[in-house]
């Protein structure tokens, strides 16, 4: 037990004066994680944004169903659990005609072109919200059903729409992202493999006095391991920071048209990704990379 915990100590020991030898190229490898996972983040943080802007969107593209105009005010109340009970509807806001007139009128600064209009000139409606605007077509088609109501009016148009650049923005996110760890990770690879090549005599006669290849790997992995994490943690403090200042440059801007994102809403699972990256590129660039050196 003893001789295991004096050789971690050991690994632990050699990997950080490793990366204070060799600090040139430590350095560069932690840009490079640096550099990477704030590009990868700021693409993941803008399509998580012009998601929630579609999803926003999609919550204001209601269904106004018209409620026949001989049926009494209670009675169209009552209509509201039939509502409820089809597929895909998540509410329905009763909109009777008094307050249908006066969102009409609201509309106007010259009420007086319009005194004579009447409630009556106006009909009891549902304002329908849909679980999934996709289907809000299939929505339409079971609404129509329901024998109280007259006529209903959906623009499947803005849906449609909607829905195809939600698909774009997603499928354009995951490619863009991906683009991106590949060119990354073949960057870091290479940047560890050259920090290796310098230390190729170092490991040769390691080898040659009879050191096993677990005891020279593990001071490499575990620099890789702090190179890894010490690149993600600084990535993940510098997005934070980007964001809390674009925020805060578009607050007024976003006050009439849409909220940003609060980051800490996004801050747990971009931690983790961040550093399960920092991790596997650190500690599993480095043990590819020796292998090569191990073989003599």
Known sequence: MKVNRNRTFYYIKEGISSIFTHSL?????????????VIMGSFILLAVNINALIGELESDNIILAYVHENIMEDDARALAPTLLSIPNVSSATFISREEAMSTFLGRYDETDRYEDVDSTWFRHRYAVYVDDVALIAETQQALRYVREIATINANLTIARALVTIRTIVSWVSVIIVAVLLAISLFIMSNTIKLATFERREEI?????????????????????????????LIAFLVIMGLYGLTAGRVIGFEAGFFQLVQFSNVSVPLFILFTGIGFGVGVGGSGLALNRYLKV
């Open 25 to 37: 190229m430590s350095f560069a490898s932690v840009c490079i994680i640096i550099a990477f996972l």
């Open 204 to 232: 040769a006669i390691m080898k040659m006095v009879g050191a096993t290849n677990s005891f020279i790997r593990w001071p490499f992995i575990f620099e890789g391991f702090l190179l890894g994490i010490t690149g993600s």
